[in-house]
């Protein structure tokens, strides 16, 4: 069976994908800086008969990320997939809006995902094979007020996606970015207290006349449908889907 490598693995939309290919028997490394991660790994183990890995890397530090992908290649024998869905947020107008934030969101979800796949390459290149799925946001593809670092990393991993898929096709190598809607994760929970405020609205205004307000569907996006994605973008049946940035964003990038 083969092994995947996930970024931002002990939570959210990231735990999710890790219990969906766990449940088909992949073996895991979570990353992730909860201090529950080795508790996660622990019990995924246990419940599904297969190997799990915990690394608390931190993603701003290249040197750290290189470190992970060598323990993962120790521990499990090689990286088939790699699950770039690591991220964090801050919303502020863009007058207002801290150079420190600006740094760590540019860091963590884009030049993070490059360091991951830099470091898995030689490997699948190697063998001949090789999954990268970057989880990116309907925000790839859409901009939104207030979110300048996030919308500018996202557009970033949608180049980052597009180039990795060119340079992989020769070595059986794809990579494809998912490209979710809201999705109500610790991270949008925190989006809606940040936004209320930003909007001066209550946090109910803000679900249904901010964050769901470009969706046609007026649903949060489940990690169940990003979870299976993933799932099939892993297989040996994707093997012509590559460079695609597949939103799953309840018709938002319709619009």
Known sequence: MKNVLITGGTSGIGLGIARAFAAKGYNLLLNGLEPNGPEIAKELAAEHSVKVLHSPANLM?????????????QELGQVDILVNNAGIQYVAPVDEFPEDKWDAIISVNMSASFHAA?????GMKSRGFG??????????????????AYVTAKH????????LALEGAPH?????AICPGYVRTPLVEAQIADQA????????EVIEKVMLKKQAVKQFVTIDAIANL????????????TGAMLPIDGGWSAQ
């Open 197 to 204: 405020k930003a909007h001066q609205m209550s946090e109910s």
């Open 230 to 241: 993933a799932l099939y973008l892993a297989t040996d049946t994707a093997s012509q889907l």
């Open 131 to 148: 999954r990268i799925i970057n989880i990116a946001s309907a925000h790839a593809l859409r901009a939104s007020e207030y979110k300048i």
């Open 172 to 176: 059986n190598i794809t990579c494809n």
């Open 61 to 73: 530090k290249p040197e750290q990320i290189r470190e992970m992908v060598s323990l993962a290649e």
């Open 118 to 122: 830099k470091a898995v390459w030689p």
């Open 156 to 163: 970033g991993i949608a180049g980052l996606t597009k180039v």
